[in-house]
């Protein structure tokens, strides 16, 4: 008898869950197409990478349309190391937490935290499910097909879901502009919808590979390096700022504690108390 009057209420938490999860699709639908245009507009995608609730939703405060999320930060909050698919449930974690924002999210997924496509896939649709625009998927130098087989899983999965698919060519190695090529070229015949060469910075190469390619290149921003006008002009259509607003937020602490130190007061801008707490709980 006692178990009869609790069924109603399971159905009807089923239910609005089943409601939940159609809603997030219904949004993941509409926002992942959005994320798509973004990289056709008449200038560049700059896309800052936050790495919790309260940096991205700052950014976003800031008029910043895309937010990406970036490995090493979200990994080292987490004392965690960055690139060994260590940080799947951390990650996972904070795009259920952003995913509903009224900004377009971008997962840096590593690897995709698994050697199994099928692994990766799921992962994926997870993401699209509580309303992710895009993934990053990177080789680590690693063999071509490993990279082209996720890349065909995800899109099967999640096929709304923007694939950004990154070779670490200019990162990991010297940086080899055929093998760079083949790779890329690789990638967007797997179905990926934009590619990343994180490390390429000379303009006659990025050029070069604009030309070869038929969707739009990302490149990171690096301190020294071309300027987003500059890059534009180069035919990219996609700028990622990487770790370096976290490594900066670091170096601002650092240099804030050396001021107190000396007698002097901090100088740049902060968040008070309760914005900081209001960013962090949504």
């Known amino acids: 008898m006692s178990a009869h009057p609790k069924q109603p209420q399971t159905t009807e938490t089923t239910d609005t869950a089943?409601?939940?999860t159609t809603a997030q699709t219904g949004r993941t639908a509409q926002t992942a197409p959005a994320f798509a245009d973004l990289h056709r507009a008449e200038e560049p995608l700059l896309l800052p990478n936050a790495w919790d609730c309260a940096s991205a939703r700052m950014l976003a405060a800031q008029g910043y349309r895309a937010i990406a999320t970036t490995s090493?930060?979200?990994a080292a909050v987490a004392g965690l190391p960055d690139a060994v698919a260590a940080t799947r449930d951390e990650t996972l974690r904070l795009a259920h937490a952003l995913g509903s924002e009224p900004f377009l999210l971008s997962v840096d997924a590593e690897e995709g935290f698994s050697d199994d496509p099928d692994e990766v896939a799921e992962f994926a649709r997870e993401l699209y499910a509580v309303g992710v625009a895009g993934i990053n998927l990177e080789d680590g130098c690693g063999p071509v097909d490993r990279l082209a087989a996720k890349i065909t899983a995800v899109k099967r999965a999640a096929p709304g879901?923007?694939?950004n698919a990154r070779t670490d060519t200019h990162w990991l190695r010297e940086g080899d502009l055929t093998d760079t090529l083949t790779r890329l070229d690789a990638y967007r015949r797997a179905g990926a919808d934009g590619v990343f060469v994180p490390g390429l910075t000379d303009l006659r190469q990025i050029a070069t590979l604009v030309r070869h390619l038929d969707?739009?290149?990302?490149v990171l921003h690096s301190q020294g390096g071309p300027s987003v006008a500059e890059f534009a002009e180069a035919g990219v259509r996609r700028v990622s700022v990487g770790?370096?607003?976290y490594r900066r937020a670091l170096g601002a602490a650092l240099e804030a504690m050396a001021d107190i130190r000396a007698g002097r007061t901090p100088s740049g801008a902060a968040p008070s108390y309760e914005e900081v707490a209001r960013l962090a709980t949504g």
């Open 18 to 20: 089943q409601t939940g």
């Open 161 to 163: 879901l923007f694939v």
């Open 72 to 74: 090493l930060g979200v």
């Open 215 to 218: 969707v739009p290149l990302n």
């Open 243 to 245: 770790s370096l607003l």
